[in-house]
Structure formats: structure tokens, C-alpha cells
T-cell receptor, first 114, second 112 residues
Framework: AQSVTQPDIHITVSEGASLELRCNYS??????LFWYVQSPGQGLQLLLK??????LVQGIKGFEAEFKRSQSSFNLRKPSVHWSDAAEYFC????????????FGRGTSLIVHP | DADVTQTPRNRITKTGKRIMLECSQT?????MYWYRQDPGLGLRLIYY???????NKGEISDGYSVSRQAQAKFSLSLESAIPNQTALYFC???????????FGPGTRLTVL
């Protein structure tokens, strides 16, 4: 079975600073990988996804993520954080082929200081 | 209009009561899911359905049941609510290519 670890429960950054949120997965082959964002009081919105091909994936709102097979990681990055990026971020993994049942990490809460 | 809607958005109930949470979608997706979110635990899958005649348990189905009344409707029931079912509940659908989930706004349930 697949699993996801987000080692950071909270991350605090200053507005304008760069951001990296960590995600490690466990799966026997190359999985489908996702990052979702949850703003306060909202449902989850897809930021980006990786299925195959280029390991650097561009998403919405200026986010990108890099798939590193050797490290089983899919870290989310943004070069300059805006106050509106304050939210909960979830990494998710799904098996390739077969049933589409994503497994979510526990989430990282991003706090942005002015 | 929202593609995935959930009703009610907030509900406070008492221990032992039967509660139904409803989810409707206009995306035409076959696959629908129910998750619960607890602080620090992320999203955990309760039930999922691949079509009207297909219902499957997720990792935390005990104490819950579901009904897929139509392609567009997927309801979650708590037969006898207990306080540790207090949580935020999300419904989701999956795109035909199964490469993205679309989430509803959530239902905040409090069991006293």
C-alpha cells in the first residue's frame, strides 16, 4: 500500500521569502503524485500533479514541485510567498493503474508573516 | 454554481442521533468519495464508489454507511453518532482520467 509523509506540521515564512514544503512517499513503483491546497473554510484545490515525464512540474499560483525518484520525494516550492498563500497543504499519492484511491499526507500548515 | 455541493455545511447533533450528510455533483463523474479531516491527521477515506452499483469501504468505515442514489448523489450516514465522529467531512469526485479529485466545501459536524 502507498503512504505519504509530510514531516513538517507547521512552516512559518516571511512574505517574499522562498518556500519549500517536503513530501516523501512510499510505493513500489512510480506513483501518481499531487499537491492540494486548502484555504481556511474551503475544500481542497489541486495545485499540481505528476504522472510521468518531466520531473519538474509547474502548477497554479506560481507553485512548482520536483519528483525525485532516488529520494522518493515530491517537494513543493515557490520562489516568493504571498500572504494569501497561508493555508494547509496536502501531498497525496495514488497507485498507477488499477483503482484511483489517493492517500493523503497529514498536511503542512503554512503561516506567512508580513 | 459549485460543481460539488455538500449539505448541510454545519451540523451540531447529540450522541446517538442518526445523521445524513449529502453530496451532489454536476461534473458527470462516476467516482465519488467521502473523507473525514481531523487536525493533524489529514484526510482519511471513509467510503468510495466507482459507480451506482459499486460501494467500497475505506480505511475508517466503522460507524458509517453510504448510499449512492444516483450518479450525481452520494450520501454518508452516521447511524448513531458519537463524539469522536466530530470532524470536517469532505465529498470528492474523480475526473474521467482519474488524474484529479474535485472536492466539495465540506461539512463541519459536531457531536455533543
Amino acid at each position: 500500500a502507498q503512504s505519504v509523509t509530510q514531516p513538517d506540521i507547521h512552516i512559518t515564512v516571511s512574505e517574499g521569502a522562498s518556500l519549500e514544503l517536503r513530501c516523501n512517499y512510499s510505493y513500489g513503483a512510480t506513483p501518481y503524485l499531487f499537491w492540494y491546497v486548502q484555504s481556511p473554510g474551503q475544500g481542497l484545490q489541486l495545485l499540481l500533479k505528476y504522472f510521468s515525464g518531466d520531473t519538474l512540474v509547474q502548477g497554479i499560483k506560481g507553485f512548482e514541485a520536483e519528483f525525485k525518484r532516488s529520494q522518493s520525494s515530491f517537494n513543493l516550492r515557490k520562489p516568493s510567498v504571498h500572504w494569501s498563500d497561508a493555508a494547509e497543504y496536502f501531498c497525496a499519492v495514488a497507485r498507477t493503474g488499477g483503482s484511483y484511491i489517493p492517500t493523503f499526507g497529514r498536511g503542512t500548515s503554512l503561516i506567512v508573516h508580513p | 454554481d459549485a460543481d460539488v455541493t455538500q449539505t448541510p455545511r454545519n451540523r451540531i447533533t447529540k450522541t446517538g442521533k442518526r445523521i445524513m450528510l449529502e453530496c451532489s455533483q454536476t461534473k458527470g463523474h462516476d467516482r465519488m468519495y467521502w473523507y473525514r479531516q481531523d487536525p493533524g491527521l489529514g484526510l482519511r477515506l471513509i467510503y468510495y464508489s466507482f459507480d451506482v452499483k459499486d460501494i467500497n469501504k475505506g480505511e475508517i468505515s466503522d460507524g458509517y454507511s453510504v448510499s449512492r442514489q444516483a450518479q450525481a448523489k452520494f450520501s454518508l450516514s452516521l447511524e448513531s453518532a458519537i463524539p469522536n465522529q466530530t470532524a470536517l467531512y469532505f465529498c470528492a469526485t474523480a475526473s474521467p482520467a482519474y488524474n484529479e479529485q474535485f472536492f466539495g466545501p465540506g461539512t463541519r459536524l459536531t457531536v455533543l
